[in-house]
T-cell receptor, first 115, second 116 residues
Framework: EAGVVQSPRYKIIEKKQPVAFWCNPI?????LYWYRQNLGQGPELLIR????????DSQLPKDRFSAERLKGVDSTLKIQPAELGDSAVYLC?????????????FGSGTRLTVV | AQSVAQPEDQVNVAEGNPLTVKCTYS??????LFWYVQYPNRGLQFLLK??????LVKGSYGFEAEFNKSQTSFHLKKPSALVSDSALYFC??????????????FGIGTKLQVIP
């Protein structure tokens, strides 16, 4: 079984430029999460999807961040425009319908560097 | 608000010795507790979880963790460390039922260094 697939693995952009990350979750996993992991920190939730519905986006900086999960499978996370402080690893994870009892499966992440 | 603390930035242990990575938590209700491991340039991998039942839970790669409600701790342990265990370890907590969805809160991570 393929795991959670993310692309690209690395991205370097200049500030004020747009950037997008893509995630393909494990087949059959209804719940998809985007996390941001700053250097030396644990992951912090940005947004959670149940199928195609964003059910928790309270931590998503909506002035510059957006996400979508069309058809309830793949998801993209976009930043426009990027700021220096957005440099981090962006992790996608998926799980079966989130009743809280299961561990998440994470992708390898996208390391974003904004210069 | 729920929180999790990993008091040690780094733990060093000799290969073959037992290891412990500490975690304490704070939730208003019953906790669901998790441990994840992160190898360099990789995503987090689920190791084990405590939901209910036995206080000692066993997980992947020979790791286990002990839930202690009175001390609000969930320390990760392994009887004999391997060099390949060297990685970042994250403890995570969420509040269990009743109630609806609760997000998972991760600790800041503890770097485990196993010395040959």
């Amino acid at each position: 079984e393929a795991g959670v697939v993310q692309s690209p693995r690395y991205k370097i952009i200049e500030k004020k430029q747009p950037v997008a990350f893509w995630c393909n979750p494990i087949s059959g996993h209804n719940t998809l999460y985007w996390y941001r992991q700053n250097l030396g920190q644990g992951p912090e939730l940005l947004i959670r999807y149940e199928n195609e519905e964003a059910v928790d986006d309270s931590q998503l900086p909506k002035d510059r961040f957006s996400a979508e999960r069309l058809k309830g499978v793949d998801s993209t996370l976009k930043i426009q425009p990027a700021e220096l402080g957005d440099s981090a690893v962006y992790l996608c994870a998926s799980s079966t319908r989130d009743r809280g009892r299961d561990g998440y499966t994470f992708g390898s992440g996208t390391r974003l560097t904004v210069v | 608000a729920q929180s999790v603390a990993q008091p040690e930035d780094q733990v060093n242990v000799a290969e073959g010795n037992p290891l412990t990575v500490k975690c304490t938590y704070s939730v208003s209700g019953n906790p669901y507790l998790f441990w994840y491991v992160q190898y360099p340039n990789r995503g987090l991998q689920f190791l084990l979880k405590y939901i209910t039942g036995d206080n000692l839970v066993k997980g992947s790669y020979g790791f286990e963790a002990e839930f202690n409600k009175s001390q609000t701790s969930f320390h990760l342990k392994k009887p004999s460390a391997l060099v390949s265990d060297s990685a970042l370890y994250f403890c995570a907590v969420r509040e269990g039922p009743p109630g609806g969805y609760q997000k998972v809160t991760f600790g800041i991570g503890t770097k485990l260094q196993v010395i040959p």
